[in-house]
């Protein structure tokens, strides 16, 4: 079987919000085979500053989109969760916000297996905690509150 095969996440569209960058990072995760799509790609470089961060969770949802941020405040943010929460999102943050372009490159491909699987298998709402020191986590969304 040639390699691009096995290595090829199946199908699956990632969409790198805003902290991640528009070009470092989305450039050597698409040389590693990746397709993904970017908040400036998406919205154009000054509209992409401005949106809401319920609106492109919700569009990126709809579109089918797997869900790649810079760090877990997705999961915290009580506006941010009930948008993954009622629109089912996917979504994998970095555990640690304070990496290096480089770094981000290396959790996010170290892990692209995990990442793949977890997004084929397992329909959202989740938030999964990415890092090199750790599998996968699910976080727990501030939405909806404890009762």
């Not at 999961?75 to 999102?89: D, F, I, K, P, S």
Request: aromatic share 6%.
């Amino acid at each position: 079987m040639p390699e691009e095969a096995t290595t090829r996440p199946t199908d699956l569209c990632f969409f790198t919000d805003r902290g991640l960058g528009s070009r470092l990072l989305p450039n050597a995760l698409r040389e590693a085979g990746w397709v993904l799509e970017t908040m400036d790609e998406r919205y154009g470089k000054a509209q992409s500053q401005r949106i809401s961060d319920r609106q492109w969770i919700e569009e990126a949802t709809l579109n089918g989109d797997v869900i790649l941020c810079k760090d877990l405040r997705i999961a915290t943010n009580e506006l941010e969760a009930q948008a993954v929460y009622m629109t089912g999102a996917r979504v994998f943050g970095l555990a640690n916000r304070r990496l290096t372009g480089p770094q981000m490159i290396d959790t996010f491909l170290t892990r692209r297996s995990e990442i793949t699987e977890v997004s084929l298998r397992a329909q959202g709402p989740y938030v999964m905690s990415v890092s090199l020191e750790h599998a996968l986590k699910r976080l727990k969304l501030a939405y909806p509150a404890a009762s």
